[in-house]
């Protein structure tokens, strides 16, 4: 390759705004309804969304209560060729549809039960799709399988970075060494030893992570959120989420009534802000409808956890205004840092304005964290740690296949539970891509409405033919 060839290459990568991902975001934001169009909505003025797998390795094994996964999800073989395949088909669509850049969940059953190999190269063909890929674990897994996933067969790295979603609550049963959690805190040890196994890999092997946290609430565990979001935010996770249970699924594992004033988004909000000590403004940005998701961006300084924006502060909305006008395009995550320090440089050189914006919100942060903590801080070396909390309400299944159904026809709802349902579905911000019919469908829509169809259909075509695996509440040995 020529050396004006190369330059042009460079000078493409490090382009602050790509006109694809431009002409995508404004799609978006065009077909978002009027009622989440506002001043904090990200969709369509700083990403596209989150998306997700589908029919890919259903089977878990593990068992929660409850559990999302269809009747047939665990009669379903785990095939590394037909995950690739149907990934690479369904980032297709989704690359189609969202543009060029998303964050995608690799995302069935159990992920940890695909053979390493094939974890890895689905990963890669994700990122081939410029789809910025997250695994989706129950967190009870191996330091070896971690070595095989990111080196290849020759030893060699052949992952640079990785992200996962570590899956901890007291309702999942089968974790080797506690198979029936009495409670949340009996947990903590399982979830120090997953940030670990992380901090291992970029030690021995230079990988990098990204590490969330998920949890779902019930009544039986909504009154423990506060002390896990005290015990567990300090741990080494960038994104604490917690799912107020729905009823989806397999009705086998609903034990027990989901519903009440307790676990309301209000009630496990306020758990939330009670574990960070202090009230968390999610309105400051939205991503999709609130009534499905809240979101507070922050960091931990030590054990303390302080918001990136304060939502009273106009300078501060005025802040975040121009993060979404000016850095939408960049790609924080995705870009190599020798890339990411020019693209900034390039988007400063434009808007020069932008350097007195972000001493001002400079300024007001430090004034934030205050003097004693920032000299607590410089003694003892410890660097900033982003944080961001998340509360994503699913919806019932028993609400979202007629709301879907209507909509599919063209019409509104009268039923105000079923307006809603529609509203919501709507602004989804988590989507999935279906190769058959070129379209995408919320994940509610997805899990509720059109998973048991597909497994009863994987089940026929990926049938588990040897050693049978069964999920009887304790969890079988993988191979
Ligand atoms: S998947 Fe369901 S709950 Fe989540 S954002 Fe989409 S519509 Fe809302």
Redesign the pocket.
Known sequence: MGVLERLRRWGRATRPTDPEFTAAMARRWAELPETVRTPGQALGRFAVGCEGTHGVFPACDLACTPCYHSRDANRVRVDGAHTREQVDAQMSVLRRLRGPRAHAQLIGGEVTLLPPDDHAATLLIMRAHGREPMSMTHGDIDDDYLDRLVLGPDGRRRLHRVSFAGHFDSMMFGRRGIPRPPDEASLHPYRRQFVARFERLSREHGVRSFLAHNMTVTPANVSEVAEVVRAVGPMGFGMLSFQPAAYVGDDRRWHGDFRGADVGPDAVWAQIESGAGQRLDYRIVEN??V???RTAYGFYLGDRWYPLLDGADPRDLATRDAVFAHLSGIGFAATPVPALVVKLARVLARHPGLLAVAAGWLARTLRRVGARSLLRTVASRSWPRPVTFVM????DAAA?EPAWAMMQRGETADDPRLRETQE??A?????MGHPDTGTLV???VQHGVLDPAANAALRRLLPIVEARRTITGTRTEKT
């Not at 994503?392 to 919806?395: A, P, Y």
């Not at 602004?427 to 989507?431: E, N």
Request: net charge positive.
């Open positions: 999709g409808d009534r499905c998701n994503h309400q699913f919806m979202v919501r579905l602004a989804c911000h988590y989507a919320p994940a509610c």
